[in-house]
């Protein structure tokens, strides 16, 4: 269980010059299920950001599997899931189309198993439909079913829970602690307070005086 | 992982078609852009033949440029407003393929329109028959290029609110060589001398813009996505 995916050192960052975070240092490890929290502004989009290589990385050393990260890009994207605030879900495709296309960029994946993953979300008699004409829990259901196919052993999630009903919210936490059993790596933020707790470890921001 | 490559080209490419079909009204757009400025030049110019079929092929040409510009914003407008575009840009699939298959499914759905109504247009601009064919082949290889140049401007502007007139600006000036080559193209077979060699030349154009212009493209959309 040691095996380390993911090491952040001294990372700092700063916006409109105020200082988010500073000397950041942590790991996750293969089985980790690493929450994210801090208030609202303290960074923490930022940081995953910043960390699934959107935002570039200015002062210090963020390391995948040992190599530092601008070498090993392409290996660490084979391995990454990242969700943002922006899930990247089209109004115009039904559900199906949405999962296919996003998936056809990553591994392939059988139709059956794209299937499988939105009934999963609680979106069966809903593949077919139009996202636009789909609620806002489940449009984002539709993002979430990427959590189903996906076999990458690093997952980036911010604010996954949003707008997800309790009993969706419940089904998402031990999908994570069973991946977390599994050997993989899950870096999320949530302002619900999860019902997993326990098997948390969790990396604070907001701790920076202005 | 070439299997995979091309499984993704094609994957890309359909789920850019079936979302322009999916938004009918938007694909008519630089088509009735086409029509209009060039069934325009006779009635503010002149109805006369002599003058018409002399400027045919730079009018049209004039105006399929223009149809292409105006066309651009919508390349990665959408996916950049949604967050499609950071799902490309960090999947582990080369962003190289997903701009060229991108740029593909706007040339099937502007390009290659304008290009198939270009006879109709020629023949009210009293384009010599002969010349058509050449009109067309000219345009064949030109919207290619516009359409790959384009996507660069598009890539570098999709993060600002006020893109559009960026892009214009940024791409006119590369715009420029294919206007000149693709008018000449047609104007030298108008005349009756050897185009071929335009031709030569604008496949060239083609050549390197499919090679390179998605590298920029795909440089720009990390920058664009990264703020």
């Known amino acids: 269980m040691s095996d380390t995916l993911l090491e952040v050192r001294t990372l700092r960052c700063e916006r409109d010059f105020r200082v988010l975070f500073k000397d950041l240092s942590f790991t996750v490890n293969a089985g980790d299920v690493v929450q994210v929290e801090g208030p609202n502004g303290s960074g923490k989009t930022t940081l995953l950001r910043m960390l699934a290589g959107l935002l570039p990385v200015h002062e210090g050393e963020v390391f995948w599997r040992g190599e530092p990260m601008q070498r090993v890009r392409p290996m660490f994207y084979e391995e990454l899931l990242y969700l943002g605030h922006k899930t990247g879900v089209k109004d115009s495709l039904t559900a199906f189309e949405n999962l296919r296309s996003w998936a056809a960029l990553r591994a392939p994946v059988s139709d059956d198993r794209l299937l499988e993953a939105l009934e999963r979300v609680g979106l069966k008699g809903f593949e077919h439909s139009l996202a636009h004409n789909l609620s806002a829990g489940q449009q984002r259901r539709i993002a979430l079913a990427r959590l189903f196919v996906s076999d990458a052993p690093f997952w980036i999630l911010d604010e996954p829970f949003t707008a997800i009903d309790k009993k969706g919210v419940a089904e998402l936490e031990n999908l994570m602690i069973q991946r977390g059993r599994e050997g993989m790596a899950v870096l999320m933020t949530t302002h619900h307070a999860p019902r997993i707790e326990g098997e948390l470890k969790k990396v604070t921001l907001g701790r920076v005086a202005a | ?227």
Do not use: C
Request: proline share 6%.
């Open chain 2, 1 to 227: 992982m070439n299997a995979t490559v091309s499984a993704a080209f094609t994957a890309q490419l359909r789920r850019d078609l079936l979302l322009s079909f999916r938004r009918r009204q938007d694909l008519a757009n630089p088509l009735i852009f086409f029509v209009i400025v060039v069934s325009l030049f006779p009635l503010g110019v002149t109805p006369d033949k002599e003058f018409l079929s002399q400027a045919a092929a730079g009018v049209i040409w004039v105006a399929a440029l223009l149809a292409t510009l105006l066309s651009l914003d919508g390349l990665f407008r959408a996916d950049y407003e949604d967050g499609a575009l950071e799902q490309m840009v960090i999947a582990p699939q080369p962003l190289f393929m997903v701009v060229l298959a991108k740029t593909l499914a706007h040339w099937l759905v502007t390009g290659l329109p304008l290009l198939l109504l270009s006879p109709v247009l020629g023949v009210m601009m009293f384009l010599p028959a002969d010349a058509t064919g050449v009109l067309m082949l000219s345009l064949l290889i030109g919207t290619p290029v516009l359409s790959l140049i384009g996507a660069i401007g598009a890539a570098l502007t999709v993060g600002l609110r006020v893109g559009g007139v960026l892009v214009s600006l940024l791409v006119l000036p590369l715009y420029i060589p294919v206007l000149i080559f693709g008018t000449g193209t047609v104007q030298m077979a108008i005349n009756g001398q050897p185009w071929t060699g335009h031709v030569a030349l604008m496949l060239a154009f083609l050549a390197l813009a499919i090679g390179l212009a998605p590298i920029a493209a795909s440089a720009a959309l990390r920058i664009s996505v990264s703020n």
